[in-house]
């Protein structure tokens, strides 16, 4: 199956994100267009040319003013990979999660599919994972597809050889159709879509993004409260070093009148870009020191686990962050009747386990559903919609 398979004179979009392309795999050479703050990009090509020749001699250019995408059926997937949050606008969200229900309706259905029968996925995970790894397997099994997988590939792999990120890439799009990587250093998702001609997923890249967790948080709030536009979110726990919260704000800047509170211990509070980012789209956000009040207000407490690994030598560090803000059955007493409790998972004591008997409990609900989002996401970058 080539990427390239296009007819004569062929219009395709790619999108991008703050101005660096996320474009399809023939701009990337281009080095005009990746310094170019743009939309979307629109590259012809002659049906029959080389790889290489369309590479050299791919003619780009950007585009006035804002298109939208074609969500029809059949029509290409508008992303090539998955790298961070800020690809996605709400159209493009509120499509993925309509494919989520369908895939929710296969997945229910004894039968399976085979959809992507004749595919393979390879997982290439250089850190620890159990949903995140076994979900997208699951996704793909369940869509008729198969699996190759390595898990702490940062010990078990070449890596420990002293191969590089783009070596390991190369090869490994040589036996697979799509990869999803987990990789322990952020933007190591981006130099591999950089590198490879077959679609990246970022399962987490060290603190940086955890794109596929952020559309499985909207879309669980989405089935859980029913609304996206004026909530409120408490994101609780580790701020600084969790890739799952910083994605998600992303996500959450795409809805109006949207409000996050941040509560978290004073060494891992959120950083300055996400803030930055969050005020220049009109979201309002506050900092708190009181989980109880926030929790009073707040639609969705999202709370994580402060990760000891992102720690290195300051276990001092750590200990002092570990434990100061855990949701338990005062929390819940506080919180709103409509109100949910969520996180990313694992947990460790952050969550008291009587918590896990309140119907407003609705983490292990968020990682059913994130089956639903990977077999969405696997559907559309390997078919379209």
């Known amino acids: ?38 939309k979307s990009l629109s590259i012809s090509a002659s049906a029959g040319i080389s790889h290489s020749a369309l590479r050299r001699g791919v003619e780009c250019r950007a585009l006035n003013g804002e298109r939208k995408p074609s969500f029809s059926l059949g029509s290409k997937f508008q992303l090539e990979d998955v790298i961070e949050a800020q690809q996605f606008d709400r159209d493009m969200l509120s499509a993925i999660f309509d494919v989520a229900l369908e895939m929710e309706k296969i997945e229910k259905n004894s039968t399976g599919s085979n959809l992507l029968q004749g595919y393979l996925m390879a997982t290439l995970f250089y850190e620890p994972s159990t949903r995140t790894r076994l979900s997208f397997e699951s996704a793909m099994k369940r869509l008729g597809g198969e699996v190759l997988t390595t898990e702490n590939a940062r010990e078990f792999s070449s890596a420990a050889k002293g191969e590089t990120l783009e070596d390991t890439i190369r090869t490994v799009e040589g036996y697979t159709d799509i990869i999803v990587m987990r990789h ?61 919260v910083r994605s998600l704000a992303y996500l959450l800047a795409k809805y109006k009148d949207v409000k996050i509170y941040f509560v978290s211990p004073e060494t891992v509070k959120m950083k300055d870009d996400i803030k930055d980012y969050l005020t220049s789209k009109g979201i309002g956000w506050e900092e708190s020191d009181d989980l109880m009040e926030v929790a009073s207000k707040c639609d969705v407490v999202y709370q994580t686990r402060i990760q000891k690994e992102r720690f290195g030598e300051r276990i001092d560090l750590y200990e002092e962050a570990r434990g100061k803000y855990i949701v338990d059955g005062d929390v819940l007493r506080a919180m709103q009747k409509h109100a949910v409790v969520m996180h990313p998972l694992p947990r460790l004591d952050e969550i008291t386990v009587d918590v896990d008997a309140d119907p407003r409990a609705a983490y292990f609900r968020q990682a059913k559903n994130g089956l639903y989002i990977r077999m969405a996401v696997l559907k559309l970058l390997l078919l379209g919609w």
């Not at 004179?9 to 743009?38: E, H």
């Not at 981006?190 to 948080?217: E, K, S």
Request: glycine fraction near 10%; charged fraction near 15%; proline fraction near 4%.
């Open 184 to 244: 322990f250093e952020s933007g190591a998702a981006r130099r591999a879509a950089a590198t490879a001609t077959i679609p990246i997923i970022n399962a987490g890249d060290g603190p940086g993004q955890h794109p596929t967790q952020a559309l499985l948080d909207m879309y669980t709030i989405q089935r859980e409260i029913g609304k996206l536009d004026g909530i409120k979110v408490g994101l609780v726990g580790d701020l600084a070093y969790g890739r799952t």
């Open 1 to 38: 199956m080539t990427r390239y398979n296009m007819a004569s004179s062929s219009m395709f979009s790619a999108w991008t994100m703050n101005g660096n392309a996320l474009a399809p795999k023939v701009s990337r050479i281009i080095n005009d267009c990746s310094k170019q703050t743009y």
